[in-house]
C-alpha cells in the first residue's frame, strides 16, 4: 500500500469478467443439482468464454453458506471439477449473505500484495440440496450401534429409540443469538423503523418490474449462462424463474403475512425467495489484465466489514459497513453513480435507508456529525434486486458486482456502492469505479 492507501501501481484488482447461473426458486429447475455442481458450471464456463489460457490463473477463492453434507471445501472443488489446473490453490469462505462479496475481497487484497495475479472467485448455493439431519439422540445411537459388540447390546440400543427421534431436522434459518429467523427480525425492523406494509410492497414490486424490464431488454443476456436442465437434459434454464414481469399492487397486497401471521407485514411477495444458483468472476491485477490486453468491466476501489449487536436490527449492518467503504474510497454517497442493496426483505432496505439518511442515527450509532445522506431511488438497484431475482446466499454478491459494473458501463459513469446485510448482523460494503 501507498502512503494514501491506494494500492501499489498496477496492484488494483480489475474485475475482467463474470458470469452466473440463472437464479431459480429451490426445487425447481435445480433440484437435481447441487452447490458444487453450480459452481463448478459457472466456473467452467467463464473461464472458457474469458479466453484466458486456464494456465493463467493462480487462486480460487469461492464460498456457500448451507454446506453441503459430502463436500467440505467447495473452493478447491472448484479447481478439481473444472478445467482450472490441478496446481491451482484454493480457499473456501464464508460471510452468510456477503459471502462473494467476501470471496472478491480477498482476492482483492492478494492481489494488492503481489500474492496473486489472477484469481477465480465466486459462490455457489443449492437450497434444494440443504443437508438434513438426523435428530442427536438417533445420531449417538448410530455411533454406538456401530460400536456394540453383541447383537444384545444393539437390541437394548434401539429399544431406546423413539420414534420422534427418526423425524429429519431440516437446517434452520435462525440467528442462534436470539432464535428468530430472518423473517422474525426483519418483521422487528419494520416495527422499529415504521416502514408500512404499503411502502414494502411498492418497494418489492419495483424490484421485479425493473428486474423484467431487465431481462426484456437484454441486459442480463450475457451474464447469464444456459443451463441444461438434469435428469433428462431436455429443457435449458436460460432466464432466472423468480422475476413476475405481471405483479401488482393488488396481488402483493393480498398475500397474507409469513412470519406474524397476526400483525406482520412481510409476505411471499415482500422477501427474497429460497433460491438455487451460482456466480463467478474473473479478478486480475490491473498490472496483468493489460498485459494480456483485457479491458476489465471495472476495479474494486475499497470495502468494509461491520457488525452490530444480533439483538437489536439484525440486518442493519449495511448502515455502518457504508461510510466506512466510502471514507476509505475518499468519496462520499453524493460522488456515486449507483447503490446497489441487496434486498434480503423489502423492510431491510427500507430501514436502511432509513439509517442512510438520519442524522439520529449518524450522530447516536456513527459517531458522526452527518448522516450519509438519501440515495436517489432512481439510482438505487435500477435492474431489479434479491427480492425479484432471488438470493441463492453466497452467489448474490457476484451477481451484484457483475450486475452493478455492466450498468456502470452502459451508463458510461464511475463509481457505484455496493452493500450486503448478512447473518450474524454483519454488514458488508463496497466501492466499484470503472476506470
Ligand atoms: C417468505 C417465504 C417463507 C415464502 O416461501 P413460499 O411460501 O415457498 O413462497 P411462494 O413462492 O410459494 O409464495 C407464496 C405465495 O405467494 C405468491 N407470491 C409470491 N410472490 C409474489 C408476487 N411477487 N406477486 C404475487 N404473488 C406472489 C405465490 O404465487 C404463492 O401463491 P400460491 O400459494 O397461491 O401459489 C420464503 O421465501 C422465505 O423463507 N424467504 C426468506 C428467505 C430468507 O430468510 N432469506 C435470508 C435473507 S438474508
Redesign the pocket.
Known sequence: MSQNGSPAPGRRAAVIDGLRTPFV?AGTDFRDLSAVDLGALVVNELVARSRISPGEVDSVVFGQVIPSSTVTLIGREMVLRTQLPRNVQAHTVARA?ATSIQATSDAADQIQLGHSDCAVVGGAESLSDAPIFASRRLAQSLVELSRARSMGERLKLVSRLRPRDFAPVPPA?KEPTTGL???ESAEKMAQVNGIPRAAQDAF?LQS?HRAAAAWEAGRFADEVMHVPVPPRFERVSARDNVV?KD?SVE??SQ?RP?FDRRYGTIT??N????TDGASALLVMSEEKARALGLTPLGYVRSYAYAALDPRDQLLQGPAYAAPVALDRARLTLADMDLVDMHE?FAAQVLSNLKAFASKAFAEKELGRAQPMGEIDPEKLNVNGGSIAIG?PFAATGGRMILQTLRELGRRQRQYALLTV?AAGALGAAMVLERE
Open positions: 426458486k449473505c434459518l429467523t430472518m423473517g418489492a421485479h413476475r405483479t396481488a402483493l398475500l409469513v411471499a411477495g422477501s427474497s425467495p429460497l434480503a438470493h446485510c
